[in-house]
């Protein structure tokens, strides 16, 4: 028997899925989520082997949902119109249902499923996030996880960030937290024109500069209005400099 | 404000080699009716750098003031005004500097008048070139501006097109309206008849037509009464018209953005219910629109919560009104209010 849980915030759109869900016997639904808060929970707490999934959704969207789960499970989208997320699942083997779906389609798509259950990984998934976070609308903030809490960074309270072995580091007001994503992700993500990669291992929110000093031979050191220290490499002091319009 | 026209090089170099032919011109003048050259040199020097002065005066005084059709008699006076104030000080200066002149002082009485014309019909040729110039640029800048107003409005059209469908809506709507038919199906007809209506609504309409509050918000409570099948419990709506706000008019479809607006920015920003108010009044003969969501802020700054929706309200209440000021919005604690003015005609 395979588990399943639904996502999505309108109830009416949950139970069509239930009900198409009637007619597949080796699925069991076991929990159904109004938003992502609950559908993280659920996840935990009966590891399904599926879930169908809605993206826009109150607070965290269905892809920053699935961010914050360490191994996600197989994720069937339903989506009403968001054309840069259709784009995601056409690069990647994920299947989604589009809004209003019937129940053939419905049965295909459980169909595919259950044909490529072994090879529906979760690399597939990870990759499609790497996809969809770079779309224009999720560049504004950064859901973290920190402990059992889901905490949402909009980006221009970012200090910097700094990576920390295979973690990301972000500095805020509220302390820091760790992101499992590499440098050259939020290189890409986030807004080239407030975001610079000061040095390898640092991104600097320009804003927060107060000043910058120079600092041993070719090397110069970013002053933050916080007073944190921030390395500036020789690339990293051109790419600065022509960001502040030096 | 217009840029002079010594900005435009041009126009500089026209306008110095003129005044050096005129200043060379008064002195050969002189000096052809016998005077002494250093004589002839100075009267032109004396002469000519103050009427100079008051030609970029005048000049300057046009760039921030342009006269309009009616003032031009105004100008003609000044002018005059200005020529004999030139006039007795270049005659007050040249008797002091050029007294040791022979028979000079009788010869410059002799001439005020001929002086008097030549300063007169040079001051009044700069100033006639400058209104041309200024009353052109103004000319030039209203032209732009009408290209741009045409440009946007193309632009809100093709907008108002893919807007007018709504896809993001009518497809959850018919999502909705799927579901309802396996459980409700009376509803489901319901909805249908809603979203028909609604959508006639949004195609019949123009733009461009004004219409009564009470006719709009009717308009809007079939939007309303769809998103709130789709969202249930978590949204609803608190409606406040006052009386003699009913039959105000306002520009169609201005209000349900708006709506969608803060609909979006509640439902989406919040994970409980959600709140919307709308409420009406009248204020020194205009109608005030308060629409107010909740939000939370802290995490997403009001700023961005605006979005694509408001800023073509906003647009759109410029191209009719020519005003920045009939949409505010305000983000106080934890609710995000946007007021809109509208100015009755």
């Known amino acids: 028997m395979n588990k399943v849980i639904i996502i999505d915030d309108e109830i009416l759109a949950r139970s069509i899925v239930k009900e198409y869900l009637q007619k597949q016997p080796q699925l069991e639904l076991v929990a159904e989520c109004g938003d992502g808060f609950e559908g993280i929970k659920a996840i935990q707490q009966y590891q399904p082997d599926l879930i169908f999934l809605d993206i826009q959704m109150p607070k965290i969207n269905g892809f920053e949902m699935l961010e914050l789960i360490e191994q996600p499970p197989a994720v069937i989208f339903t989506t009403a119109f968001d054309e840069y997320a259709i784009k995601a699942f056409e690069a990647h083997a994920i299947d989604y249902l589009l809004k209003p779906f019937n129940q053939e389609r419905f049965t295909k798509a459980i169909a595919k499923w259950l044909e490529q259950k072994t090879t529906f990984t979760e690399t597939a998934t990870q990759e499609l996030l790497e996809t969809a976070s770079q779309s224009p609308s999720q560049s504004n903030r950064i859901v973290v996880k920190n402990g059992s809490k889901i905490k949402i960074i909009p980006v221009h309270d970012i200090f910097y960030l700094e990576a920390a072995d295979d973690y990301v580091k972000i500095h805020t007001p509220e302390g820091h937290f760790l992101k499992n994503k590499t440098m050259n992700h939020f290189e890409q993500v986030l807004d080239g024109q407030q975001f610079v990669r000061s040095h390898r291992s640092y991104i600097v929110n320009v804003q927060q500069i107060t000043r910058i000093d120079p600092y041993e031979k070719d090397n110069h050191i970013a002053i933050l209005r916080t007073g944190a220290k921030v390395p500036v490499s020789r690339g990293g002091y051109g790419k600065l400099k022509s960001v502040l319009g030096l | ?345």
């Open chain 2, 1 to 345: 404000m217009p840029a002079s026209p010594f900005s435009a090089r041009r126009f500089l170099i026209t306008f110095s080699i003129a005044w050096l032919v005129l200043m060379a011109d008064h002195a050969i003048l002189l000096y052809w009716f016998d005077f002494p050259l250093k004589a002839a040199i100075v009267d032109s020097i004396i002469s000519n750098i103050p009427l100079l002065g008051v030609c970029l005066l005048v000049m300057n005084t046009i760039r921030y003031y342009l006269p309009g059709r009616e003032q031009y008699m105004n100008i003609l006076i000044m002018c005059i005004v200005l020529t004999i104030l030139w006039l007795l000080f270049t005659k007050w200066l040249l008797e002091l500097s050029l007294n040791s002149f022979g028979d000079y002082e009788e010869f410059l009485h002799r001439s005020l008048i001929i002086r008097f014309s030549i300063g007169f019909l040079v001051l009044g040729i700069v100033t006639m070139m400058g209104i041309n110039w200024f009353t052109w640029q103004e000319q030039q800048k209203n032209e732009e501006r009408k290209t741009d107003a045409e440009k946007l409005a193309k632009e809100a059209e093709l907008f108002k097109l893919r807007q007018q469908l709504q896809p993001h809506f009518l497809f959850n709507s018919l999502n909705s309206i799927n579901a309802l038919i396996g459980i409700r199906p009376e509803e489901a007809r319901k909805m249908v008849q809603q979203l028909s209506d609604f959508l006639r609504g949004t195609i019949k309409k123009e733009e461009t037509q004004w219409v009564n509050l009470l006719e709009e918000i009717q308009y809007l409570q079939l939007y309303l009464d769809i998103e709130k099948v789709r969202f249930g419990n978590r949204l609803a709506t608190v409606i406040e018209i006052e009386e003699a706000t009913q039959q105000m008019k306002l520009p169609a479809l201005l209000l349900q953005p708006i709506v969608e607006n803060a609909i979006k920015f509640g439902l989406y920003d919040t994970t409980g219910e959600t709140i919307i108010r709308l409420e009406t009044r009248k204020q020194e003969g205009e109608l005030i629109i308060k629409v107010s969501n909740p939000f939370d802020p802290e995490t997403s700054s009001p700023k961005q919560g605006t979005g694509f929706g408001l800023k073509s309200v906003q647009r759109r209440l410029y191209l009719l009104f020519a005003r920045h000021d009939l949409l505010v919005t305000e983000a106080k604690e934890n609710i995000f209010t946007t007021v809109v003015k509208i100015p009755q005609l």
